[in-house]
């Protein structure tokens, strides 16, 4: 059983930079699929960018691509966020799926298997 936990969530002006982590306990990020989403307020949780392992090349939502990074160690998932906007305020999920995911599917909240508890970024404008 995998278990996600998500840190480095915050209050930060916008046009500043913040860097998530996810930590993984009975698991690894080497295997299958790994992701972030996000849920704003009110709205439904969205993809925000994943990495499989198979390709190892990451993919990003289109509101997040040229600002976002997601990297991946063994243990340990990061989502650098630069240039932050009143936008990209939500909770942020890291997930894992045990599949390797093609492009069309990565974007599907259904096909992760184990999700963390989010962790809160507020970005002020």
């Known amino acids: 059983q995998v278990q996600l936990s998500e840190s480095g969530g915050g209050l930060v002006q916008a046009g500043n930079a913040l860097t998530l982590s996810c930590a993984a306990s009975?698991?690894?990020?080497?295997?299958?699929?790994v992701g972030w989403f996000r849920q704003a307020p009110g709205k439904e949780r969205e993809f925000v960018a994943g990495i499989r392992r198979q390709s190892g090349i990451p993919s990003y939502a289109d509101s997040v691509k040229g600002r976002f990074t997601i990297s991946r160690e063994r243990s340990t998932l990061y989502l650098k966020m630069n240039t932050l906007k009143a936008e990209d305020t939500a909770i942020y999920y890291c997930a894992v799926s045990s599949r390797n995911l093609i492009l069309s599917t990565m974007a599907s909240d259904k096909e992760y298997d184990y999700w963390g508890r989010g962790t809160q970024v507020t970005v002020s404008s």
């Open positions: 009975g698991g690894t990020f080497t295997a299958g699929t």
